[in-house]
């Protein structure tokens, strides 16, 4: 995520929170608990985004997670390719005998 990215995020959480509350006052709640509610929804988002964030990185579904699997099999795939059909032969037969 690129910085103006997170700067646009924060932008758009404070004005849902305002929006909110504006939204909350025109249907006739008093400032003080439109306040007060908005802030609940905005824990309650905050905890539910937590919530998919630590979802993902214990399952491993983050973009560097993703990339680097990539990479990884796209390295090892190319070195295979770079293998003279000797070499793999090789290769095989030491992975048959269990060494």
Same mark, same amino acid.
């Given at each position: 995520?690129?910085?103006?990215?997170?700067?646009?995020?924060?932008?758009?959480?404070?004005?849902?929170?305002?929006? /909110?509350?504006? /939204? !909350?006052?025109?249907?006739?709640?008093?400032?003080?608990?439109?306040?007060?509610?908005?802030?609940? !929804?905005?824990?309650?988002?905050?905890?539910?985004?937590?919530?998919?964030?630590?979802?993902? &990185?214990?399952?491993?579904?983050?973009?560097?997670?993703?990339?680097?699997?990539?990479?990884?099999?796209?390295?090892?795939?190319?070195? !295979?390719?770079?293998?003279?059909?000797?070499?793999? &032969?090789?290769?095989?037969?030491?992975?048959?005998?269990?060494?």
């Amino acid at each position: 995520m690129r910085r103006i990215d997170a700067i646009g995020i924060t932008l758009g959480v404070f004005l849902a929170g305002g929006l /909110a509350y504006v /939204a !909350l006052q025109l249907v006739g709640i008093d400032g003080q608990n439109a306040g007060i509610w908005s802030q609940v !929804l905005l824990v309650a988002g905050l905890m539910g985004w937590l919530a998919t964030y630590l979802f993902r &990185a214990g399952g491993k579904k983050m973009t560097y997670h993703q990339q680097r699997e990539e990479y990884e099999k796209a390295f090892l795939q190319k070195r !295979l390719d770079e293998l003279s059909p000797e070499e793999l &032969a090789k290769i095989q037969a030491e992975i048959e005998s269990g060494n």
